[in-house]
């Protein structure tokens, strides 16, 4: 995400605008608690998968 946000070519802001509905979804999904530590579980588990990956330098093209 540096390069292209160092790049100054504004492509950046294409990605941003796409993901910025998600995070609203979200936090509306958030309001109910079983549902927001449901997300929260799901990323924390992808979270360590992804970095064991990165670490193990595993990368899948």
Do not use: E, H, K
């Not at 950046?12 to 999904?29: D, T």
């Not at 929260?40 to 588990?45: A, K, R």
């Amino acid at each position: 995400m540096l390069i292209p946000a160092n790049s100054g070519s504004g492509s950046l802001v294409r990605y941003a605008l796409v993901i910025f509905p998600i995070f609203m979804m979200l936090g509306w999904w958030g309001q109910r608690p079983w549902l927001d530590r449901l997300i929260s579980t799901l990323f924390c588990v992808f979270l360590g998968i992804y970095s064991a990956v990165f670490v193990n330098w595993v990368f899948m093209g």
